[in-house]
């Protein structure tokens, strides 16, 4: 059971460059995250997908995009990679909200991106 | 502004002894979840404590919460080495559902 699965792990772009963050899950989960997580600060949402084919923005989406291209895959894409955008990208699933009420949320190891 | 924030940053302590850690929110939830992240790896889920709950055992972890004060407390008994980790609580706020949000951390180390 490999659970949540993100590549790469790990990526260095120059400023400007574009890529897009993989990430699956195999627990026919319904709502999808991306999260970053940066020294201090946490992790803070930049997408979240409730289930298949509905998006929603996050604390700081600008500078992303996202796919949920079916129920087990959600990509984040990066247009124009900025040196601000380093850092550590983590995808999550979880069944999804019940009667308004988060489930807990399984995290894939990350991809760690450097902008250079 | 962080909705959950952890108290203390940083805690060494030495196998066998008991950690704590605090979480305090600002707004009303409907649930509050505790994590642990090892170096390099993901968050795994410890427990969730509902807001009509005042406190939950899983194993070595005992986990309270203090809606009234907004608050809540992870406990982990007996430490062992592998306890090592960073660990996050996370809100499940009543005015953002779907969305949960995760303090900065408490970086816990336990020497052998």
């Known amino acids: 059971n490999a659970g949540v699965t993100q590549t790469p792990k790990f990526q260095v772009l120059k400023t400007g460059q574009s890529m897009t963050l993989q990430c699956a899950q195999d627990?026919?989960?319904?709502?999808m995250y991306w999260y970053r997580q940066d020294p201090g600060m946490g992790l803070r949402l930049i997408y979240y997908?409730?289930?298949?084919?509905?998006?929603d923005k996050g604390e700081v989406p600008n500078g992303y995009n996202v796919s949920r291209l079916n129920k087990r895959e959600f990509s984040l894409r990066l247009e124009s990679a900025a040196p601000s955008q380093t850092s550590v990208y983590f995808c999550?699933?979880?069944?999804?909200?019940?009667?308004?009420?988060?489930?807990?949320?399984?995290f894939g190891n990350g991809t760690r991106l450097t902008v250079t | 502004s962080q909705q959950g924030e952890e108290d203390p940053q940083a805690l060494s302590i030495q196998e066998g002894e008991n950690a704590t850690m605090n979480c305090s929110y600002k707004?009303?939830?409907?649930?509050l979840q505790w994590y642990r992240q090892n170096s390099g790896r993901g968050l795994v889920h410890l427990i969730l404590?509902?807001?009509?709950?005042r406190e939950k055992h899983s194993g070595r972890l005992r986990v309270t919460l203090d809606t009234s004060k907004k608050s809540s407390s992870l406990l982990i008994t007996a430490s062992r080495a592998a306890d090592t980790a960073s660990y996050f609580c996370?809100?499940?706020?009543?005015?953002?559902?779907?969305?949960?949000?995760f303090g900065a951390g408490t970086q816990v180390v336990v020497t052998p």
């Open positions: 627990m026919n989960h319904n709502s």
């Open positions: 997908s409730a289930s298949e084919g509905t998006t």
């Open positions: 999550a699933s979880s069944e999804g909200p019940l009667k308004l009420i988060n489930s807990p949320l399984h």
């Open positions: 404590i509902r807001s009509n709950e």
């Open positions: 707004t009303s939830i409907n649930n």
């Open positions: 996370a809100t499940d706020t009543t005015d953002s559902w779907g969305k949960l949000q």
